[in-house]
């Protein structure tokens, strides 16, 4: 990494062929590690921590980088996103206790889209906001328009060399889950892919009931929800979350709940996807939601059917702890999974779900923060519109502008 290097350049491809030369990396791949240092730079406490412990190699932080990959232009200049971002990173990677499990690419992800989600908008309901007070009704109808535009963008198709054609399409996270969850629910009945089964669903008369848990704090003023399989929910998909929801239940209730039977009952179920999260075999990525449910100590042997006694494991590690080579221990109050391997190994692995303490006080911490930055957000337009009503109309308001595609695509010119 070039110290004499001027950052707001955002060019790294005269850096990244002299290094190429020396290297014999190409280019591209050069130029992407540089990157990711150009983004840890930006995070001065998690670049001390990873000085400290050396605990991330390039490939985790490559990782960070490419998470922030689209950003709006909003938040990148946002040096408060940064500091939020530092803070959070840092907390969630150093380690607490021996031996833990260094957080996957895949969780660090999942953290950063969650800050992301949680802080984006809030300039854009501003702005929103700021032209129904300046009386203005022809704007918000361009902001529809350009969101009627974004959707019908977000459907495309194109056809394979075999005849066959791939569709792809755009949607929001709550209407993907609930698509997600009628096409599982189809293909898991009738035993067949996804893509019959989606293709029943649209042709035939087939109705499907589909219940989706959303997990809300309610104790936190405005807080996301959490969806799985998508995560955190921007706040237009909490609120409609929020409406469509017929049933409320009581998680801390369910925490403590006990049933008599092998089964545990549906909130039971929601518990412990919400505090796990994932499969909590280490370093596996697989959504609670389609984990099964083990029993730490055997139903047979007296284990109760209860949240203090059980995780989610996906299939395949659930059949790989049933085959005895493994054992693990149960901190029910933190949901800390420890892994006891055959070989003597052992190793933490932390409860990632909405409902694990860790992740209540992260919303905490982030909403008290979102509050901190809407205010300011606030006070921002305050002063636009001010200004405005003194220059006359305003411009429309500013793009999604992804600054980090664009060092991409300088990076595509030859190095010479
Ligand atoms: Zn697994």
Redesign the pocket.
């Given at each position: 990494m070039p110290t004499d290097f001027h950052a707001d350049e955002r060019d790294w491809t005269t850096v990244a062929a002299g290094l190429a030369r020396s290297i014999g990396s190409s280019p591209r791949f050069i130029a992407s590690n540089l990157e990711a240092l150009d983004t840890l730079d930006k995070l001065p406490a998690l670049r001390e921590l990873v000085e400290e412990l050396h605990h991330l190699d390039m490939f985790h932080l490559r990782k960070i980088d490419e998470a922030l990959i689209g950003l709006s232009t909003d938040l990148y200049d946002d040096p408060f996103f940064w500091e939020t971002l530092d803070d959070i990173l840092t907390e969630h990677l150093s380690p607490t206790r021996p031996n833990p499990l260094l957080p996957t690419p895949a969780s660090i992800t999942r953290k950063i889209r969650g800050v992301i989600r949680m802080l984006e908008k809030i300039e854009e309901t501003e702005d929103t906001a700021g032209m129904e007070d300046a009386e203005n009704p022809d704007e918000p109808e361009g902001v529809d328009d350009a969101e009627e535009s974004r959707a019908s963008n977000s459907y495309r198709s194109h056809t394979d060399a075999d005849g066959s054609v791939t569709t792809e399409f755009r949607l929001d996270a709550l209407t993907y889950a609930s698509v997600e969850k009628a096409v599982r629910t189809y293909a898991t009945e009738h035993g067949c892919s996804f893509a019959r089964a989606l293709t029943a669903l649209l042709l035939e008369k087939i109705q499907v009931q589909v219940v989706l848990d959303v997990y809300l704090a309610h104790d936190v003023d405005d807080a996301p929800g959490f969806l799985q399989p998508v995560g955190w929910l921007d706040r237009e998909c909490t609120e409609r979350a929020v409406e469509m929801a017929a049933k409320v239940r009581d998680m801390a209730e369910a925490a403590e709940a006990e049933v008599a039977g092998y089964r545990p009952n549906p909130a039971i179920r929601a518990y412990l996807e919400g505090r796990d999260g994932?499969?909590r075999?280490p370093g596996?990525n697989?959504p609670a939601v389609y984990?099964q449910k083990d029993h730490r100590i055997n139903h047979r042997d007296g284990g109760p059917t209860a949240a203090a006694n059980m995780v989610c494991?996906?299939q395949?590690?659930h059949n790989r702890k049933s085959d005895g080579q493994v054992h693990y221990a149960l901190d029910a109050h933190t949901g800390d999974v420890i892994w006891l391997f055959a070989d003597g190994r052992w190793v933490v692995d932390e409860a990632e779900g909405p409902l694990a303490p860790k992740q209540r006080r992260w919303v905490q911490t982030l909403s008290q923060r979102r509050a901190r930055r809407h205010e300011r957000a606030r006070a921002k337009a305050e002063a636009r519109r001010r200004e405005q009503s003194r220059k006359g109309p305003r411009p429309g308001p500013a793009g999604q502008h992804p600054p980090r595609m664009i060092r991409e695509e300088q990076d595509d010119a030859p190095p010479f």
């Open positions: 994932t499969c075999w596996c697989r984990s494991l996906c395949h590690h």
